[in-house]
Each structure stands twice: as structure tokens, then as C-alpha cells.
């Protein structure tokens, strides 16, 4: 399978303990992004990768969140002292820069915070 | 705010009856457009884009959607659904190297 993967594709987790998620994107692109789709909504931006840079960030992103993707391959999402209002799907997606660079999205990993 | 709104949270059809699901969106200047769906089950799929030149965009399964900058819309249109389009259908706008969601419309068809 050469599209975009995400593990694990089910987490549950207890209040204020931390989790990392994990995206590889499609091989040849260099762009990858992250969002976070809740119930009844559709998916909103966090942050965004060119290779290994963080170009922008959403106001959505508190300081419990931190993303990288050290090699510009893979990347990882971790939440700290995770709340219940952190419950949603994490969704990746990736593309090649530019006007035709449309995303493809991965699975998603949805996330429990009981 | 800037925004992508779709008017429609559910809307069920019959097998044979014509599509049409409204897209507004708030941006002035230039904009990429696009629907995705998301079948039950699977993650979310591009469904048509434009970018730029025809206005009436021709996408896979027999949707097409028009823009009509003027009215800052985007509809997505299909003459004949069938069950397996059974879907949600997420209308949205790439702007700075993002893409802004609708929240997107529910369609059921009834076999």
C-alpha cells in the first residue's frame, strides 16, 4: 500500500496521560499536514511540514501538542496531559508543494480520552 | 471570519433523483476548490478540484461541481445518485497552503 498510513488507528487513553501518534506519509511527497476532526465537524488545520520545517501552526495547537517529522519522512504527533475535550480523529495527510499539490489523507487515529 | 459553509447537514435521496449540495465559501482573491467524500468505513477521498480555466469541473463516479465566482459558490452536482454514494461529502478551500473544511453534508440514498 503506497498511500498514506497512521498508527495506531485506535487510541484510549486516561486523562492526563500523554499519547504520540505516528504518520507516514506517501514516499515522494515532502509536504505533510496534520488535522483533528470531531463529531459533526469537518477537519480543521493544526500545523503543517515542508521536509523537516514546521511552517505554521494553528491557534488550535495549545502547548500540550508538539509535532515533528525529524527526517522528513515520517511524523509524530504527541499530546501532554491529554483532556477529554482532546477526543477526535487525527488525521495526515501529504502532498508535492504547490497549486497541484492536493493532499491525500491517511486513515485517521481516533483518539478516547476517558 | 473566513469560512467554508455547506447548507446542507443531511440530506436523504432516492436511487435516480439528482444531486445538488451547496458550497459557499468567504475568501476574495484567488482559491483552490475542492470536494472530498468519505464513504463509511474509509478515510477521505478527493472527489473533483479546480484550480483554474473551466469553471465546470468533471470529477470520478459522475460528479461535477461548478464555481461561479461571482456568488462565491461551488455546488457539487450528480444527475443520478446511486445507493453507493451513500457518503459524507466535505466541500473545501485551499488558501496559503491549507485547506479549510466545510463541515460537511450527510447523504443518504435509499435503495
Known amino acids: 500500500d503506497t498511500g498514506v498510513s497512521q498508527d495506531p488507528r485506535h487510541k484510549i487513553t486516561k486523562r492526563g496521560q500523554n499519547v504520540t501518534f505516528r504518520c507516514d506519509p506517501i514516499?515522494?511527497?515532502?509536504?505533510l499536514y496534520w488535522y483533528r476532526q470531531t463529531l459533526g465537524q469537518g477537519p480543521e488545520f493544526l500545523t503543517y511540514?515542508?521536509?523537516?520545517?514546521?511552517?505554521?501552526k494553528s491557534r488550535l495547537l495549545s502547548d500540550r501538542f508538539s509535532a515533528e517529522r525529524p527526517k522528513g519522512s515520517f511524523s509524530t504527533l504527541e499530546i501532554q496531559r491529554t483532556e477529554q475535550g482532546d477526543s477526535a480523529m487525527y488525521l495526515c495527510?501529504?502532498?508535492?508543494?504547490?497549486?497541484?499539490?492536493?493532499?491525500?489523507f491517511g486513515p485517521g487515529t481516533r483518539l478516547t480520552v476517558t | 471570519a473566513q469560512s467554508v459553509s455547506q447548507h446542507n447537514h443531511h440530506v436523504i435521496l432516492s436511487e435516480a433523483a439528482s444531486l445538488e449540495l451547496g458550497c459557499n465559501y468567504s475568501?476574495?482573491?484567488?482559491?483552490?476548490l475542492f470536494w472530498y467524500v468519505q464513504y463509511p468505513g474509509q478515510h477521505l477521498q478527493l472527489l473533483l478540484k479546480?484550480?483554474?480555466?473551466?469553471?465546470l469541473v468533471k470529477g470520478i463516479k459522475g460528479f461535477e461541481a461548478e464555481f461561479i465566482k461571482s456568488r462565491f459558490s461551488f455546488n457539487l452536482r450528480k444527475p443520478s445518485v446511486q445507493w453507493s454514494d451513500t457518503a459524507e461529502y466535505f466541500c473545501?478551500?485551499?488558501?496559503?497552503?491549507?485547506?479549510?473544511f466545510g463541515k460537511g453534508t450527510r447523504l443518504h440514498i435509499l435503495p
Open positions: 495527510a501529504s502532498s508535492f508543494p504547490g497549486l497541484a499539490g492536493e493532499q491525500y
Open positions: 514516499s515522494e511527497h515532502n509536504r
Open positions: 511540514f515542508q521536509n523537516e520545517a514546521q511552517l505554521e
Open positions: 475568501y476574495g482573491g484567488t482559491v483552490n
Open positions: 479546480y484550480f483554474s480555466g473551466d469553471p
Open positions: 473545501a478551500v485551499k488558501r496559503d497552503d491549507k485547506i479549510i
